[in-house]
């Protein structure tokens, strides 16, 4: 099993950091030469904007939209969920536009709003959540489901092979959602053998 994370910006050393402790092979994304072969994607947080124009600038964004809508497992964390959504209510930009979801941008303010709680996540458990100038789901379509749901607000989602996170799974000594995602992978890798 070979895990690409998108290292264009934002926490994506936090991610390979939670797969080596988990035994799974993984590479950094930086350019068109570095896609290879993988079977699974992950999106990490950071900034939104930045990650879809260095997405664009690196001629990554068609290869992995085109890789992600013929069902490439792809987990989303923080702006990784905003590149995944259909709609961002609070800004015009779309991205990979695959998820049907519709999300807020910063909803939860500035960095000065980031808190910490512990929630449970359907297919996890009880899990402790990191949220950083976090989004939220307002809205969820078609086969998209809510994973969890904080004060309100869905705060983690899946639609068949995305998984999407408004919180840092990657900042916790908890690699559950992680290797969540892994099982995803795997029956994804089964199922197409």
């Given amino acids: 099993m070979a895990i690409g994370i998108l290292a264009l910006q934002g926490a994506f050393l936090e991610h390979g ?19 290879r072969p993988m079977d699974g994607l992950i999106l990490p947080g950071g900034e939104s904007t930045t990650m879809g124009k260095l997405l664009r600038d690196e001629g990554l964004f068609e290869p992995l939209r085109a890789m992600i809508a013929k069902g490439l497992p792809v987990f989303g964390t923080c702006a990784g969920l905003i590149l995944l959504a259909k709609t961002v209510e609070n800004d015009f930009r779309v991205h990979f536009g695959t998820l049907d979801v519709t999300v807020v941008r910063n909803a939860y303010g500035r960095q000065l709003g980031s808190f910490r709680t512990v929630a449970p996540m359907e297919g996890v458990g009880t899990f402790p959540m990191v949220f950083i100038r976090a989004p939220y789901v307002d809205s969820i379509r078609g086969d998209a489901r809510a994973l969890s749901v904080i004060d309100g607000k869905i705060v983690a989602v899946r639609e068949k092979n995305q998984l999407g996170t408004a919180f840092h799974p990657e900042l916790t000594a908890d690699p559950a959602v992680h290797r969540y995602f892994l099982s995803i992978v795997e029956r994804h890798k089964t199922s197409v053998q």
């Fill in 17 to 35: 950091a939670m797969l080596d402790r988990l035994g799974a092979d993984h590479f950094e994304i930086r350019n068109r030469q570095d896609l």
